[in-house]
């Protein structure tokens, strides 16, 4: 198990969204970035005027808990690791189009972010355990751009 092979797992089940999303071709790309804020905000600004992108990038790890897995045996330290799912949709109509068009409006992406990851069974978890949906941050607006990370936690 290793973070490497989580990250893979979340990027391909990301990936789909590029032959899923309805319409087609509403997701220009998914891409992988390093979770500091300079580095998202560059995604934001060299990403193409119209187009639509799903990022993804390590936002914390640490110990989640101690278990030990067998009267006597040595104790094994649970790791969590928070992903941060950077959305970004490029949109020139008004406010309310943007946010709430049925297919193209940014909370339908966000929609098809998490209902592809939330309880997704991504390869190197602790056995049993799911990809969990942890929260969304508030929404950025700059002008013609909606910017807004949803986060999620695997344990491993």
Partial sequence: MSLRTIESSLYTRLQTL???ADPA????????????RETQAKLESESPTTANVVALALDRLGPAEVVSTARGAAQQTLMAARWRVRVVVRDLRTQVDALTT???GLYALLDAVIAALTGYAATGL???ERVRFVGLEPVLHKPGRYVANALFETRY
């Fill in 126 to 128: 602790k056995p049993g």
């Fill in 25 to 36: 071709g509403y997701v220009a790309a998914v891409v992988r970035v390093a979770g500091d």
């Fill in 18 to 20: 590029l032959t899923t």
């Fill in 102 to 104: 049925t297919n193209t």
